[in-house]
């Protein structure tokens, strides 16, 4: 029978060192100040998808066990600019984060706990000792059986204390919009002013009918806020808003004060061809990313509804990449109904004419996906799921956390590619063949702000993409605060303009509300507006250095090293070996010439790597998954039919330097203790 993950040597928690608090009304903390509470460290970066699925995974047990239970968000930082208090205030409150944070900008206490990966989450007894350690997603149904039997455990020794936590709210942003994300110029005619009093209310579309709406509107989704507001050209005046404004998933009237309809931090947007949305019966595809659907919105009856997804988070239901030994990853259809199709965080959308189908940049699993709003098409496209960066053809390609989408004039597709601070390219042929390529970017931990040859050019975890008049590309370089400039015809890189605060879309305005020359129209995020920016006659050129993220490189030695992935399956599950080992690596390196032996995917989480001598450092890319069912075993061991099933995940990037005096194990711990 399998055990929660427990410690045999009891083990003293650090004390959690760093540079400020944030949710604590500005009182520091410590673990005596957490003594008798049970202590869980969420260690996450703000612009890891994978540790906003955390977040999210997290807030039912801090609401079931909001007396014993306190959640210490250790943000450890990978981007240069996520080192910056002021943006990562703007983050704990962007994603509504009600537990105490700590900044951890040097890492101290990252260090202090041997994390290697985003999102970690460690848990401490109320005695001040570590009791379980665990990496990625996933871990929600083990924490809930773990946390009770700590309670039990504690109760029973008189060392649970039970009470209020330290929690303090902070005071909220107000203003028409929160913390936008992406926007949409909806041209005279498609805008709701079009269908002025055909609303269930008419509020909202008599509303826009009295503005007028003769250069057309902007439809914005208003992240912070869980709603949809389409301005006018000024951006100010609003015309109509689309949800509730309340944090759910509803479908049903969207239009005026009266909507019941819900989105959850909504994110990109695109305009269907009139042709298209006659058929589908909906005017707008929309990517409601923590409700990991596709939902539509037609702006002739002000209803929303949904188009994909079974609001399930993919990784949590179909698991890590499965990919084969050469690397190819499942492309193709996922079935015939949409509505059973899980989906990961999708983040922006963009309408192919070549695929004549929605594009959907997958954040949550680094993959892009298509839908065909006539079928209901769902269809993985590009990425083998693995997080990275490498080009080829699609269903081999990596990409990491895409989060903006561009259609050219050739019918191909431009990628923000967010955690490889990258500009990507998907190349569709007439054939229909897919094929990835970069045209900025070096890798998962490498960013900076440098202009010049594309080769050299440096971006830091953009968000957004548009084609310029001229077949140049426009990069919302949202952690510089700026707005770049690719030039396919000279392979150079330049800056249209800075200063900007976490701009996350950038647009071509044609509309020439503000003078008779193309302006760019760019979401400034953390400002919580839409800006007119000109576009410039000749663009700035920058070079403030190329940088890596600062983590600790292992030292290894040179030759074999021993990889172990430790996993326990939580109290009540067992691993299901039904059908084999239900254990999986997955392993390369950056430079590939760092692993002379010991890549590829297999079974098993133990694995012997050969490194070379020839290679000074470099980083080792490790998958692992675990999949493990509920249920008590049956008489003759064998797990019950029907048992619910969980798979357990985790990508790591694992910086190393070879020396001589090095070591020759690595352990991590997928679900384990250090």
């Known amino acids: 029978m399998s055990e929660t993950v427990r410690t045999h040597a009891r083990v003293r928690a650090s004390e959690l060192v760093g540079r400020n608090w944030l949710n604590t009304g500005g009182k520091p903390l410590d673990l005596e100040a957490l003594r008798g509470k049970i202590v869980l460290l969420d260690f996450w970066t703000f612009c890891c998808i994978n540790c906003l699925h955390v977040l999210d995974e997290l807030r039912p047990l801090e609401e079931q066990y909001s007396d014993v239970l306190v959640t210490v968000g250790v943000h450890s930082p990978k981007f240069e600019h996520e080192a910056d208090p002021v943006a990562l205030a703007a983050a704990v409150e962007r994603y509504e984060i009600h537990h105490p944070v700590l900044d951890d900008p040097e890492l101290d206490t990252w260090k202090a706990y041997t994390a290697r990966a985003w999102p970690t989450l460690v848990v401490i007894d109320p005695e001040g000792y570590i009791v379980a350690h665990l990496s990625g997603e996933g871990h929600a149904d083990g924490l809930a059986v773990l946390i009770p039997e700590l309670i039990a455990e504690h109760e029973a020794k008189g060392t649970l204390h039970r009470g209020s936590g330290p929690y303090v709210a902070p005071e909220a942003t107000s203003g028409t919009l929160r913390f936008p994300g992406k926007a949409l110029f909806l041209p005279p005619g498609r805008g709701s002013a079009a269908s002025a009093g055909t609303s269930d209310d008419g509020s909202a579309a008599g509303a826009a009918a009295s503005s007028g709406a003769e250069k057309g509107s902007w439809l914005v989704t208003d992240t912070g806020h869980h709603r949809l507001v389409e301005l006018g050209t000024d951006f100010q005046t609003v015309l109509a808003t689309f949800g509730s404004g309340a944090k759910g998933y509803a479908d049903g009237p969207a239009a005026g004060d009266t909507a019941s309809a819900q989105f959850n931090e909504p994110q990109g947007l695109v305009l269907l061809p009139e042709d298209v949305a006659a058929k589908a019966g909906y005017d707008v595809v929309i990517a409601d990313s923590v409700n990991h659907r596709l939902r539509g919105l037609s702006l002739t009856d002000g209803k929303a509804s949904t188009l ?82 490498l080009d080829g053809p699609a269903h081999e390609a990596w990409f990491a956390q895409s989060s903006g989408l561009a259609e050219d004039a050739d019918g191909n597709i431009w990628v923000a590619d967010s955690e490889t601070s990258a500009l990507r390219k998907l190349v569709i042929a007439d054939d229909g063949t897919l094929t990835v390529e970069s045209a900025i970017g070096k890798g998962l931990f490498d960013f900076g702000f440098r202009d010049g040859p594309a080769a050299e050019a440096r971006l830091q975890h953009p968000l957004g993409v548009t084609v310029l008049p001229d077949g140049s590309v426009a990069i919302a370089d949202t952690y510089n605060g700026a707005v770049r400039r690719y030039d396919p015809a000279s392979g ?74 430790r996993f326990t399956a939580p109290t009540g599950q067992k691993l299901d070996d039904r059908w084999g080992d239900p254990t999986q690596l997955k392993i390369s390196s950056t430079p590939p010439e760092l692993l002379v032996s010991g890549g590829g995917t297999s079974v098993g989480l133990l694995r012997t790597l050969e490194l070379s001598p020839d290679v000074p450092e470099g980083v080792l890319h490790i998958t692992a998954r675990a999949a493990a069912c509920d249920g008590p075993e049956t008489e003759d061991g064998e797990i019950p039919d029907h ?20 070591d020759t194990e690595l352990v991590l711990d997928l679900r384990g203790m250090d």
């Not at 950038?506 to 995020?525: K, N, R, W, Y």
């Not at 969980?646 to 070879?658: K, N, S």
């Open 308 to 389: 994909a997804g079974n609001g399930i988070q993919r990784l949590l239901e179909t698991g890590p990449a499965r990919v084969d030994e050469e690397g190819a990853g499942f492309s193709g259809s996922l079935g015939n109904d949409p509505l059973e199709v899980a989906l990961s965080s999708p983040w922006d959308v963009v309408w192919s004419r070549k695929l004549n189908a929605v594009v959907v940049a997958m954040a949550g699993t680094h993959q892009i996906f298509s839908f065909d709003p006539i079928t209901g098409a769902v269809a993985i496209i590009a990425g083998n799921g693995l997080e990275g960066l």
């Open 643 to 662: 048992a619910a099933c969980h798979l357990y995940q985790q990508d790591w990037g694992i910086p190393v330097v070879l020396q001589a005096d090095g």
């Open 492 to 565: 150079t890189v330049s800056t249209l303009a800075r200063g900007l605060a976490e701009p996350s879309d950038v647009i071509v305005d044609h509309t020439q509300s503000a003078g008779s020359e193309p302006l760019l129209v760019v979401v400034e995020a953390n400002k919580h507006q839409l800006v007119y920016v000109p576009i410039p006659k000749e663009a700035q050129q920058v070079d403030e250095g190329a940088s890596q993220t600062h983590r600790p490189k292992s030292p290894v030695a040179p030759g074999p090293l021993d990889l172990t992935v």
